[in-house]
């Protein structure tokens, strides 16, 4: 599944695409995929791209109207969730197709920028900008996870989110609630490179500072390399990611820990796969 740095790829591949680009026409085909304002999509005509940002494993975009003058207030938030297999690519208009397009936006240079997903676990949703509904209350709406975002938190703020946790620290990492943007892979190698166990809980304050400042450290590695491709992750131009190359222990159970030789283990918490070195990974 794409996590935050796999997503931020994508937004900034997009962001130096889309804004100041007309939107032609958007052609929703599933209406199973867009719960949310599936009937407004032929509404979208003729607006114009704005802003592309990202919260968490969210990409959220701001349609708005072309005046004489310039640009016109945002119109719409159009929010696009990859979920396990989601992939969002600009095509040139002749380009093959892919199975399982469930939309294509066509913008006016002839490019499309279409939605495919086989697994089906990717959601879109589209809310109208008025006086009453901002973008905040927009994305709220949309369903956007209220967590903090992992590369903002200050050190007080992110002891606060862990400190006292009843659950294993693997488990609260992943809860969107919490911090959003933090899947199994960068919880899994951000744990190891702090030396923390998947399933420690009531960790002392310097160990939260470490795992701070690892977590943070490995979600910038990773938007450097593009992200990770473990299953079919790819950019908006289609690129995979390499980050998968210097993964320390995610999908590596088996293989000997690069720090220690130790062999390294997969166990399960709360239904969640984790990967760890039971050498070089302590409780609390
Ligand atoms: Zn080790």
């Known amino acids: 599944m794409p996590e935050l740095p796999e997503v931020e790829t994508v937004a900034r591949g997009l962001r130096r695409m889309l804004p100041g680009t007309r939107l032609v026409r958007a052609e929703l085909r599933r209406r199973d995929i867009a719960r949310i304002g599936a009937a407004d ?5 003729g607006l114009e791209w704005g802003a592309v940002e990202r919260a968490g494993k969210y990409l959220l975009f701001t349609l708005r109207r072309r005046t ?7 119109a719409w938030r159009l929010m696009i969730h990859l979920g396990m297999t989601g992939q969002l690519r600009i095509s040139q208009a ?10 294509i936006f066509y913008l006016e240079n002839g490019n499309q ?13 589209l809310l109208p900008l008025d006086e009453e509904t901002d973008i905040a209350e927009a994305d709220a709406r949309l369903g956007v ?3 903090r975002e992992p590369l903002e938190i200050g050190e007080a703020e992110f002891i606060e989110l862990f400190r006292g946790s009843q659950a294993p620290i693997k488990s609260a990492l992943l809860d969107q609630k919490r911090l959003r943007g933090v899947g199994n892979i960068y919880a899994d190698e951000s744990l190891h490179r702090a030396g923390i166990a998947p399933r420690a809980r009531g960790i002392s304050r310097p160990r939260l500072l470490r795992l701070r400042r690892e977590l943070r450290a490995v979600l ?15 950019n908006s131009e289609g690129e995979r990611g390499w980050f998968q190359m210097q993964h320390r222990v995610y999908g590596r159970e088996g293989q000997p820990c690069r720090q220690c030789g ?7 918490i709360s239904g ?8 070089c990974q302590r409780l609390g």
Do not use: N
Not at 220 to 234: F, L, N
Not at 272 to 279: K, N, V
């Open 94 to 103: 002749g380009e093959a197709e892919p199975a399982h397009t469930h939309a």
């Open 68 to 74: 004489p003058r310039g640009q016109g207030r945002p």
């Open 41 to 45: 999509w032929p509404r979208l005509e």
């Open 272 to 279: 969640r796969s984790a990967h760890y070195c039971p050498q």
């Open 113 to 125: 920028l279409r939605f495919q997903d086989p697994r089906r676990f990717g959601r879109l949703g």
């Open 220 to 234: 910038r590695a990773a938007i450097r390399a593009g992200g990770s491709s473990v299953s079919d992750y790819v």
């Open 145 to 147: 996870a209220p967590g």
């Open 262 to 268: 130790a062999k390294l283990r997969r166990v399960e």
